[in-house]
């Protein structure tokens, strides 16, 4: 019994989602003229429109800056965006995740990056 125990726990242990690529992507740093407008998330596998939220929070914390309309994206689910109210201005962004995996288990996370003026 252990040993069966113990062979399916590297497949459960997969089976929470894995954030793998963002834009902005964590810790960059990115022109205003660059800046994009909107934001996504890629993880490594689908995850489900329950429980899922997305914000991107200015550097004093106070004020979100996304027009609250994060959702999955229609064509592949492993992909969550969420649009900004207005162009991004110079200053760093905290963006705040939280989904939930095939495996029905809610994953969170958070990361930051910045926005320079364009002669930086």
Do not use: C
Request: proline fraction near 6%.
């Amino acid at each position: 019994m252990l040993f069966w125990l113990a062979a399916l726990l590297p497949l459960w242990a997969q089976a929470h989602a894995i954030l793998v690529e963002a834009n902005p992507a964590p810790k960059s740093v990115i022109k205003v003229s660059e800046a994009p407008k909107e934001i996504w998330l890629r993880f490594d596998a689908g995850v489900g429109e329950r429980y899922l939220a997305l914000a991107v929070i200015d550097r004093s914390r106070k004020k979100r800056v996304d027009a609250k309309d994060a959702d999955r994206d229609f064509t592949d689910p492993s992909i969550v965006r969420a649009s900004f109210k207005e162009p991004l201005q110079p200053g760093k962004y905290l963006v705040r995740y939280r989904v939930q995996s095939a495996d029905t288990h809610i994953i969170t996370g958070r990361f930051q990056f910045t926005v320079v003026e364009d002669d930086q």
